[in-house]
């Protein structure tokens, strides 16, 4: 009986101890952890020993619950929270609430704020150092906050610190694909978080903590719906909804955004037209924009995907973009409005390269929008790839804002499956010289207004987020969004202090731990452009839910939807021509890199197959035949799989049994898929090289036949269906 009781003991102990290892992931990056080394404990000790932190109002209060609830985690001991400012260590105050003694030693730092940016600093008051953190606004308050945090979760030496932030970006927003059936759409992290059946009268703590996450990192708007959009969300039934969730959001600096079906005034207006020129449909978009703001006053805007992909749009009526988004823009602009205007648009009837067809209608509306119309462009010109050119607009638009759109759910990207570090890809887009205002003319010139001086900046990301308890789906996609908000803060950031930030708040400060799974994670881009789409290849992923590799696809309605459009392999060789004497793509690029692109030998080997179709005995810069260059390439990428499961498994002994597991067991797949896309895809070009793999690329151990014949009916982010 005894040992009976021991069992079920040792058992209540192992469930609860494995349960709270799960809710670790639930974190994020807010873990707050019990701090180890002795000395950083007694200096930041000494940091909080009084803190004086006033608050009039919710922003404010959501500031000091954070920091009431994490100092007790990492120091152990309850925060003294003091009235009096001349005795505190650690003072929390906007600035104009400062007594003017305190101004006086930080006014510089203030003055080159922006409204949303803050100031830590150490400054000597009242014959003593103490720690000031301050700003302009509330939100600048709940910043510097989160960053006094995220710098005692890093065990930061904060004696002496001095330190001024402020966002580069206006606009630092997520775009989530969600349905109102909580379905997502290309997302694999489980189902939407928006509880709409529940909502208003509900508030599920996790709006509460994702609006924490988002906040920690600077995001500061949200797209609630998915762009393919349903026009109920706009009926009061589900505004009442949103307006529930605005009002938690904006506590903590969010602003709540909806996505706009064109043909909404049909659809839920009883009209018999959404023309945008038609007095009635602009009255009905005023009419709701009046209604939204009566409820949401904060309320940020629309976003419209418009004649894209089957979606309604103002040209279903003879009249552009302009059109449709001025109109909206018309709409909103009392309230404070904005429209965030998709340019995501290739049309069925259009035998241009698709590459080439949203510059082609965009470029002429320059200028042309109203001044609260944002045009947002996906980084590259086809469609989220792991690898692409930046998109031909950036640089190319100089009078209308032009908004970054990032995917950062993997749709390309091998799902929540695959471990690919995203800030890589996101750099390499915005560090890209468009030469459009000489050299220099970076795109992150471009996306943070600084280039053009444009009026409004936008930066958003496609969320990776789900109701999954991890929220992304795999532990180290929590870094995708992590640095997506840290990149839309500021795009000049490097990819090596994003990763050093997210694994020192997320897993550990030990610098054992922390160099190679660093190392892991900044190579795992290229490995998994390596094992799906190298030297330029793109789009070869199988129809619909684009898991997996599908080269040999030619069966869809429309040809720029299959692969071997894309690739165009044929006996003489591989890739699209988009040079000169093909698509002339490379036209829509400065000359400078236009000349560089429209040159096999300047391209850079990256892009290669993306503007050229090269026979397979092209010699490459390693002196490799083409053929050879891509065999090899594609095994890389599975050698560099390899090589991260060997990492993670010496990383082992910094690890919680859950946390070592899961991603072991997320790598053990991730390895299995890399192989099979470089069999499947060698297989298949091999059909038209007609040559040997070269040595050291491994054989394929199943036939092209059967890799073709893989189905995946239910493969999550499309529509679910019930059989
Ligand atoms: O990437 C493609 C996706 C679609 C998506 C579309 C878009 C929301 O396959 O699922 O639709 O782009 O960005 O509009």
Redesign the pocket.
Known sequence: MKQFKIVILLFTLYTASVKSQHLEDYKLWLKYERIESKTVLQSYADLVSQVYFPTDNEVLENAKNELSTALPNMLGKPVEFSENLAESTLIIDRYDQLPNALQKLIKEDVDNLNDEGYVIKTVAYNNKNISLVSAKTNIGILYGTFRLLNLMQMNEDLAGVSLADSPKIDLRMLNH?DNLDRSV??GYAGFSLWNWQKLPEYIDQRYIDYARANASVGINATVLT???ANALVLTPMYLEKVEALAKVFRGYGIKVYLTARFSAPIEIGNLKTADPLNEEVQKWWSNKAKEIYARIPDFGGFLV?AN??GQPGPQNYGRNHVDGANMMATALKPFGGNVIW?A?VYSEHDDTDRAKQAYDEFLPYDGKFKDNVVVQV?NGAI??QPREPFHPLFGALKETPIAMEF?ITQ?YLGFSTHLVFLPKLFIEVLEADTYQKGPGSTVAKVVDGSLYNNAISAMAGVSNIGNDLNWTGHPFAQANWYGFGRLAWNPYLSADEIAEEWLRTTYSNDKKFIEPIKEMMLTSREAVVNYMNPLGLHHIFDTGH?YGPGPWVDNLSRPDWNPVYYHKADENGIGFDRTDTGSNATEQYAPFLEKKFNDPATTPEMFLLWFHHLPWDYKLKSGNSLWDGIALKYQKGVDQVSTMNATWENAKPFLTAHEYEEVKMLLQIQLKEAKWWRNACLLYFQTFSKRPLPKGVEQPNKSLEEYRSLKFPFAPGIRPQWN
């Open positions: 694909w759409e290309r998915n762009v393919n995907k894209s992909e998709r995501f996906k469609d989220f995917q749709e684009h």
